[in-house]
């Protein structure tokens, strides 16, 4: 799985985020072979995680590198702060 932590950025809605969250869901990875879903975390402050399930840390790697080329994600990570980012990849045991 990736999990991807970020800020905010100022100006964007939470409400926003969560449609272009769901817009990367439902027009591109939802196709994706590996893909086993995603979620969309609030910590505190203007702080979150989003996770993205795949069915190896390999494939949520590929699918991860894909993100900048992808018109679906646009709007998501036009809503990330600027230098907020962390990704990192996990397994489970």
């Not at 840390?57 to 709007?75: F, H, I, V």
């Amino acid at each position: 799985m990736e999990i991807a932590s970020f800020e905010l950025k100022e100006g964007v809605s939470e409400a926003e985020l969560q449609h272009a969250a769901q817009q990367i869901d439902a027009d591109w990875l939802r196709h994706e072979t590996g893909y086993q879903g995603y979620a969309l975390l609030r910590g505190e402050e203007r702080r979150f995680i989003h996770l993205t399930l795949a069915d190896s840390p390999e494939r949520a790697r590929q699918l991860c590198a894909q993100w900048p080329a992808e018109p679906a994600c646009r709007d998501f990570l036009a809503a990330i702060a600027a230098d907020t980012g962390r990704i990192d990849f996990y397994h489970c045991l």
